[in-house]
């Protein structure tokens, strides 16, 4: 909660359950490459979004900068994020 709102840089993988052959502006960041670790649950993963950026689907690790919100958001009663990126870049 301490970087809610703060600039950040952080590094995972894009999950690999979302591969598309599309350019991508939106994605989960997940610690996992392979997707062995199965469906990802809300705390296992950051929402990604590229501002005024779009990317081909990555399947090395990925470092982002942006920033990050941290809380709960909810859709019909269910958590369905804890954290989220703004992200201005990626390489």
């Known amino acids: 909660q301490e970087l809610d709102g703060k600039k950040v840089l952080i ?3 894009m999950d690999p359950a979302q591969q598309t052959p599309d350019r991508v502006s939106a994605f989960r ?9 199965g ?11 590229l501002k005024d950026l779009d990317s ?3 399947t090395n690790m990925v470092e982002l900068e942006g920033v990050l919100s941290v809380g709960e958001v909810e859709e019909d009663g269910f958590v369905t ?6 992200a201005t870049a990626i390489r």
């Open 11 to 13: 590094r995972g993988f």
């Open 29 to 37: 960041l997940v610690t996992d490459s392979c997707g062995c670790i």
């Open 39 to 49: 469906k990802p649950q809300v705390n296992h993963y950051v929402e990604v979004t």
């Open 56 to 58: 081909e689907f990555r």
């Open 81 to 86: 994020s804890l954290y989220r990126l703004e």
